[in-house]
DNA sequence: ACCTGAACACCGTTCAAGT
DNA sequence: ACCTGAACACCGTTCAAGT
């Protein structure tokens, strides 16, 4: 149809990453292969380096895909709680979480080096408007008096660090020690003794 | 010396985990390639398949030393703190945390999904014992009452995800925006967030 | 412009030998 | 027993062509 279909695709970039995130979800991440992302794509090897300088600069638009992902998931759960900064805290945790227990491989990828070690302008830009998200949760939460009036940064790290880590351990399958075991409640009580504390 | 240095090494499985780790410092995991470790240990690519199964197996060594060198520092903090729950709780958090910036490797090892996909019983083991050094030292604050008594496994994942959100994000430099900025002010007001709760 | 195929240096792993 | 070297199928990436 389109006159950019000429060859193979319309857009071999997003079917590319696409191909890089369904081979992510079906084995390690090691087992990853360029080659193999382009086979899944029904194209040569050498076709992805069209849109991709390297195998890294694929994987690196996959974590982008992954943080606006969980960013438009935070962006649901604060325009659906803005009356309740309680509850709009609790679902835009929730949010990460089961982001992370859903899509996986993004989680990874979006948090295992690719950030620190810079790679991308386009990565950090990304994990910056996402993760400001968060800040922006606890900023409504103390605008309406549900948090202590001190130190708003380091309340967000906090909260970012509880909440990361749920995900994380959730995700590997740590938490859950149950079978039939369901997510919510352990972050929702998690969130709960750090908003109120678990000392007797 | 040793009747075993009759080849090139006395204990080549030690050398070859050292070798590991010391390539995991310098480089990406991605990097790490059984064929390099066996030239760092000065001995053939094939030399390491008499110490290990496979490059897993190898990658799974290590992550087995970093839950017992992990838990070596833990036990060490529940043995100086025995007289204060409050500060073992600090100082065991403080450690796990530590631990993450000073073996980044061995860190992200530990959780890079080798455990769920339970590749190897030794590493499964480890795991569940330095774990279970912090449900003791939530048992312990119990003990002496200065946790509420009630779900005393779900006080152990809160405080767990916690610590292990800020030892990942620490690690990453996720959270020191300023440049000389210390870990241990963080880790201590999250703690101190999570035990006396940051609501108004 | 976008895609392909041959080529190069590298990898993990197997196999058959060497001491 | 422990180590080595050749060999195989695979990778990431470069280069020179094809349409």
Redesign the pocket.
Known sequence: MDS?TK???GD?RKALIEAGVSLLQEEDASEL????VAREAK?????P??HFA???ALLAAIAVEGFQILGEQIKEEIHANRSDPRQMIDHVCLAYVKFGIEHPAHLTLMFSGLLSTGSSDELNLAAQKTLSLLKQTVKHAQKENLLKSVDGTQMAKSIWSMVHGLAMLMKEGLLLSEDGAQFEPIVRQSIDHLLNGIKS
Chains 1, 2 share one sequence.
């Open positions: 950019k060859y193979h695709h071999l292969t360029l080659r193999r194209v040569s090897h050498m076709a380096y069209r390297d195998k890294n």
